[in-house]
């Protein structure tokens, strides 16, 4: 698979009253043509930064963007903004994505429009209500002339989706595009993303915090999970929910709590050595997660970074444990 | 699938005609916004429409001047004899224009600069703050004194020019302010991605989310273009001008006419004129703060 | 035994411009001493009106146009509705108290947790400061907190989780009965919600209270509660013990509510969104008003509203006229719905 687009080393710091933070540190994901993915972790753990870097929002403070192939950094002109179109955010909030003076058509026209998309008023009509069927908006007519506040908010993240379409990118990074609509909603909005996929070839990166939205979506492909600006497990969907290889991932996904009674009163936890996540601004030293883990070794994991490393039993699967790489086996086996 | 707001009853109207009746509807919960606005709209009719029925009167009659009110002048008369209400009702034209002229071009110059050196940033925004400071910090009558009195306005477009040199610096720091704020909006942001240009983020995102912003301060500039306008034209520095209401107390006071107790009315309508006029702004305006401000709007 | 609060035929209105809002009707359950109750619903079910009515803490906009909240404790019954504002005073936080959700707006940003606690107390009738302050140092560690770094902080200063928590421990100022919690865990990560579900169960188990949540998470009704409450457009439609509500419902949008929970245990299974949205609470279509969205709607559906049914297992209502219907797609295993559909 051609890797389409790459983040390659990449950090991204910030200065806050009290210092400088780094909110992405040395992450290091490439993502190819059709595929969908997720990032997942807790707030804090630098999945959005991550997330706006690839949309090419926010510039790295080092390492490289690369863009098929190329480093979009150093571009300029028609390129940079060939590539700016060519990968598409959505953001999270339904109610502050769309402008509330402006029409659905309004809005979808717009870019239409710019970018010669369409001839004459009447073609650029047709394209947005085409659009509008895509993100499963029918009849369209009937929300060509609705503002935002006529529409609900699972409406209102299928107008953004579909003006992310308008520009036929090759990526689109949602940052927690579901997280603020209704449950039962959810999974119609996630159906349509990944149809995005099989239909259109568009690449998607879903970023949340919800780990079984992201099992359901990331299903055929993978999910990164974060942690203080790492990237310390990066696996197939399947293989991470049943098996996770990071302690970390292994304390999440055991503290889950499920729509299933039995399961969920019965289900065996993670216990971590302490609830405290350390301030960005006063990371530990070595493995960021080691004051919490279980299976952390003075010496060793108290001193050295872990590197994101394929775990040599399987292929497709990468963690960033000490543990885990030595011993060759997942941290869930190690912790039972 | 239906959305969740259901159509209002009245939605068989056109729109401007629906937004007209919303907008009255909700000016009658503030009353001293409608009087306000029927302040306006009077002063309107009495400065632009009234003329058209009431020729200006030519000829002084010596015989008759300063003479209290009667049926036949019902606020007197002036030095020359002539018809103080007829003097009225002829000077709000000129005031009136120049107001709404000054605070047209006030506003554009504010906006123009104010957005483009927020969404710009840079040295262009350094350079455009800076020269507003400064336009702030000069004491504004003195210097539109000193102004005029070189610059010598001979009609009202270069008046209101005169009056506009200062006024913008205010608004501008305002509206940047506001447009730093609402380019951070998502929508926005997508915009940018979108790479729709400059000209439509400022014009077509940013501007139309401060629709309400700017309306506010184009009354208000107005109120500010009246006082400035009346100022100069008393202290004589405005001598183009016909025979308006800031003319009426020009003359009054070169003519005496302060010390000369039947001239009262002819000194006072005009007074009475513009603070009328000032206060319907004023009212006007307060209440459409409450009016756009859509926290107060739905309860 | 006398349920300890017993809501009967509530019914609320709120008054806007285009005309009366039907945010609650004619709600009944029951909660017993001790019992966890989750109410479980999604915008526009009515679940929050119908929460801070618990209390009478709604706005002057929402009136009670009809119902009973009988509230029971060892000495008398009393309605709700009809106390004076001094008595409800004595009642809130006393013999029931609210957890909000802590992201939003629960803590006045200019005072320190300390001043918290004694102004809650304050306004309770706890005047004396050391009472309060043993109190106070008491309750912060029951809930797993450092009394002593805590109290000394500003809200600023707290994560949310921590934040929640000390929302709990000021619940628990005046030993109430019952506690009201508002999405207690939405908007907190993962591993800070699990410490909140464990934290809650432990403190249920060692005082005893009774608890009620209000959310549209069902995963933490699956954890803490014993009994369930589906509410769809200001009304209850369906009423049973948790494991009845989660492998037997007889309700389409209970139904549906858990087929579009993803999981992250078991099979994906069959998941699938409920189309279309709840319907405009002003103007109510005639019958069931869930008849939009629901897979077995038949015209018999919107003659009339249906009324709340037992069905085939015991303490067990749901507001629909073909509950034996889905009886039968859903069956009665101990498996979760979405694993039986996608299996079927």
Redesign the interface.
Same mark, same amino acid.
């Given at each position: 698979m051609t890797q389409l687009i790459e983040l390659d080393h990449v950090s991204r710091t910030f200065r806050v009253p009290g210092g400088t933070i780094t909110a992405v540190d040395q992450v290091s994901l490439a993502i190819g043509e059709g595929e969908a993915m997720c990032i997942v972790g &807790? =707030?804090g753990c630098g999945k959005t930064t991550t997330g706006r870097m690839l $949309? #090419?929002?926010l510039r790295p403070t080092s390492g490289r963007l690369l863009y098929e192939g190329q480093d979009v950094w150093q571009k300029k002109g028609r390129e940079l903004?060939d590539f700016?179109?060519a990968?598409?955010?959505v953001?999270q909030?339904p109610y *502050? =994505?769309?402008?509330? +003076?402006?029409t659905v058509f309004q +809005?979808l026209a $717009?870019?239409i429009q710019?970018?010669k998309k369409a001839k004459g008023t009447r073609d650029a009509t047709n394209r947005v209500r085409h659009l509008l069927d895509v993100v499963g908006l029918?009849p369209p007519d009937d929300f060509l002339v609705?503002y935002p506040?006529?529409? =609900? #908010? #699972?409406?209102r993240q299928r107008v953004?989706i579909a003006?992310?379409l +308008?520009?036929d990118p090759r990526l689109i990074v949602a940052d927690e595009a579901v997280s603020m609509v209704?449950?039962?909603?959810?999974?119609?909005?996630l159906?349509l993303l990944l149809g995005l996929r099989s239909e259109m070839g568009v690449s998607i990166v879903l970023i949340t915090?919800?780990? *079984?939205?992201a099992?359901?979506f990331a299903?055929e492909g993978r999910i990164g999970v974060m942690y203080l600006g790492r990237m310390v497990e990066l696996a197939r969907s399947e293989a991470l929910?049943s098996d996770p290889a990071h302690p970390y991932s292994a $304390?999440?996904?055991a503290?889950?709590? &499920? $729509?299933?009674?039995?399961?969920?009163?019965t289900?065996e936890?993670v216990e971590?050595k302490s609830?405290e996540?350390p301030s960005l601004l006063a990371l530990p030293p070595g493995c960021s997660f080691h004051p919490r883990c279980p299976l952390a070794e003075p010496g060793l994991c108290d001193v050295l970074v872990p590197e994101l490393l394929p775990l040599a039993v399987e292929t497709g699967r990468e963690v960033a444990c000490h543990v885990a790489i030595r011993e060759r086996t997942p941290a869930a086996e190690l912790l039972a | 699938m239906t959305a969740i707001a259901v159509p209002r009853t009245r939605d068989t109207l056109p729109r401007p005609v629906e937004a007209a009746f919303e907008f009255l509807r909700l000016l009658s919960r503030r009353p001293s916004g409608l009087i306000g606005f029927i302040g306006i709209v009077f002063f309107l009719l009495l400065a632009f429409v009234a003329p058209v029925f009431v020729p200006p009167q030519e000829q002084s009659n010596v015989n008759e001047i300063y003479q209290t009110p009667s049926l036949q002048h019902f606020l007197g008369t002036d030095n020359s004899g002539r018809d103080v209400l007829n003097l009225i009702v002829q000077g709000g034209k000129e005031i009136l224009s120049v107001a709404i002229l000054t605070s047209g071009i006030t506003t554009l110059i504010a906006i123009t600069l104010g957005s483009f050196s927020a969404t710009l940033g840079g040295r262009v925004d350094a350079v455009l703050v800076a020269l507003a400071d400064i336009v702030l910090t000069l004491p504004t009558l003195i210097v539109l004194i000193v102004i005029s009195a070189f610059a010598r306005p001979t009609n009202f477009v270069s008046l209101a020019i005169v009056l506009s040199v200062l006024g913008w610096a205010g608004l501008m720091r305002q509206v940047r302010a506001q447009v730093l704020t609402l380019k951070e909006r998502d929508y926005v942001e997508a915009a940018r991605s979108l790479d729709l240009g400059l000209f439509h983020i400022i014009f077509r995102e940013i501007l139309p989310n401060m629709r309400s912003y700017i309306v506010i301060h184009f009354v208000q500039g107005m109120t500010g273009a009246i006082y400035a306008q009346v100022a100069l034209i008393v202290l004589g520095l405005v001598p183009f001008t016909g025979n308006n209401w800031a003319k009426m107390l020009y003359f009054a006071n070169s003519q005496g006419a302060f010390y000369f107790r039947d001239a009262f009315w002819f000194v006072f309508s005009p007074i009475l004129a513009i603070v009328l006029l000032q206060l319907s702004l004023v009212l006007f305006v307060n209440a459409l703060e409450d009016i756009f401000n859509p926290r107060l709007r739905s309860s | 035994m006398t349920p300890i609060l017993s809501v009967r035929d509530l019914s609320i209105d709120y008054r806007t411009r285009r005309g009366a809002v039907h945010a609650v009707r004619d709600v009944s359950f029951d909660i017993e001493k001790g019992e966890t109750v989750a109410i479980i619903g999604e915008s526009g079910s009515g679940k929050t009106t119908l929460a801070i009515s618990l209390i009478r803490l709604s706005p002057r906009s929402a009136r009670i146009i009809k119902g009973q909240l009988l509230y029971t404790n060892d000495r008398e019954t009393v309605d709700l509705g009809t106390l004076p504002e001094d008595e409800l005073r004595q009642f809130r936080w006393s013999e029931c108290a609210m957890v909000f959700q802590s992201a939003l707006n629960s803590f006045n940003p200019v005072i320190n947790v300390w001043e918290q606690f004694v102004d809650t107390a304050r306004a309770h009738g706890m005047k004396d400061t050391k009472a309060v302050h043993a109190r106070a140092e008491e309750l912060l560690e029951l809930v797993r907190l450092d009394p002593k770094r805590v109290l000394r902080s500003y809200p600023h200063e707290l994560s949310g989780g921590t934040k929640q928590r000390v929302l709990i421990a000021l619940s628990l100022l005046l030993k109430p009965q019952l506690i009201i919690l508002d999405e207690p865990t939405t908007a907190l990560d993962i591993l800070t919600q699990r410490s909140i579900i464990d934290l809650l169960g432990q403190l249920k188990k060692a005082l005893g209270f009774s608890m009620i949540f209000i959310s549209h998470d069902l995963t933490i009704a699956a954890e803490l509660a014993d009994r369930m409450i589906t509410m769809y457009a200001g009304t209850v439609v369906e009423r049973a013990s948790v494991t009845d509500l989660f492998y037997r419902p007889r309700h389409p949008y209970s139904v549906g509510l858990l087929r579009a929970v993803p999981r992250v245990s078991g099979v994906i299974g069959s998941l699938a969104s409920i189309p279309g949205s709840p319907p405009d609470l002003i103007r109510l279509p005639p019958g069931c008003t869930y008849v939009a969205r629901c897979p077995l709607a038949i015209a018999a559906c919107s003659d009339r509203e249906p009324d709340l049914v037992p069905v085939d297992t015991p303490q067990h209502d749901a507001r629909c006229i073909r509950w034996k219907t889905v009886a039968e797609q859903v069956g009665s295993a101990e498996v979760a719905v979405a694993e039986k559909i996608a299996t079927a």
């Open positions: &807790e =707030s $949309a #090419g929002i903004s700016r179109r990968v598409q955010l953001h909030d *502050a =994505s769309l402008n509330p +003076t402006r +809005t $717009a870019p710019r970018h029918t609705k506040h006529q529409l =609900s #908010g #699972g409406q953004a003006r992310a +308008t520009v209704d449950v039962s909603i959810r999974i119609s909005l159906n915090h919800d780990l *079984a939205v099992r359901y299903r929910v $304390a999440l996904i503290a889950i709590p &499920e $729509a299933d009674p039995r399961i969920t009163r289900k936890r971590l609830a996540v | - | -």
